[in-house]
C-alpha cells in the first residue's frame, strides 16, 4: 500500500502563511504530476496547484498570485507554500501522485484552517 505523509497544516490568521508538504514513496513508479486538492465542507474535492514531472505549473484562479506550489523530485516531495491566506481557504487539504500510467495516490489530508 502506498502512502503519502503529509504535514504542515493547522490554525492560522488571515494574512498569515503555512507550508503544506507530502512526501510519496521512491519506489513509486513513473511519477508524472503531484498536486495539491482541497474539500470544504459541504463542497466538492478541487484543485488548487499541480506541477508536473517537467516542471510546469498551474493554480486555480482564486489562489494565483498567494499559492507556490514546488517540487523535489529527487525526494518524489511536493510542498505548496499559502501566503496571504484568507478564511475561504480554509479546507481539508489533499496530496495527489499522478503515475504515467494513470494510476492516483491520495493522501490522507491535513487540516488548514484560516480565522478572520
Known amino acids: 500500500q502506498v502512502q503519502l505523509v503529509e504535514s504542515g497544516g493547522g490554525l492560522v490568521q488571515a494574512g498569515e502563511s503555512l507550508r503544506l508538504s507530502c512526501a510519496a514513496p521512491?519506489?513509486?513508479?513513473?511519477?508524472?504530476?503531484m498536486a495539491w486538492y482541497r474539500q470544504a465542507p459541504g463542497k466538492q474535492r478541487d484543485l488548487v496547484a499541480r506541477v508536473t514531472s517537467g516542471g510546469s505549473t498551474n493554480y486555480a484562479d482564486s489562489v494565483k498570485g498567494r499559492f507556490t506550489i514546488s517540487r523535489d523530485n529527487a525526494k518524489n516531495t511536493v510542498y505548496l507554500q499559502m501566503n496571504s491566506l484568507k478564511p475561504e481557504d480554509t479546507a481539508v487539504y489533499y496530496c495527489?501522485?499522478?503515475?504515467?500510467?494513470?494510476?492516483?495516490?491520495w493522501g490522507q489530508g491535513t487540516q488548514v484552517t484560516v480565522s478572520s
Open positions: 495527489n501522485v499522478l503515475r504515467i500510467d494513470g494510476v492516483n495516490y
Open positions: 521512491p519506489r513509486i513508479f513513473g511519477v508524472n504530476a
